[in-house]
């Protein structure tokens, strides 16, 4: 049983993108939906910038992110 205080961690797979910046990298995430009128199954990204100290991520590397407080200022 969960207390009111714990809240429940979201994560997110998904694809690096982007190295161009310190202990950053940018990560795509895909999911799919369906159309509300047309019920068609479309495909929707979101970009995130996912906090990598060790800076061993490399474009194309797929990963899990996990939802914390702000690392920065």
Not at 23 to 42: A, F
Not at 59 to 72: F, L, N
């Amino acid at each position: 049983m969960d207390t009111p205080n714990k809240a429940r961690k979201t994560t997110k797979v998904g694809t690096v993108i982007a190295k161009k910046m310190q202990k950053t990298i940018t990560v795509q995430v895909e999911r799919q939906v369906r159309h509300p009128l047309y019920r068609k199954t479309i495909r929707r990204k979101q970009t995130f910038l996912v906090h990598d100290e060790a800076e061993t991520c490399k474009v194309g590397d797929v990963v899990r992110i996990v939802e914390t407080r702000p690392i920065s200022k």
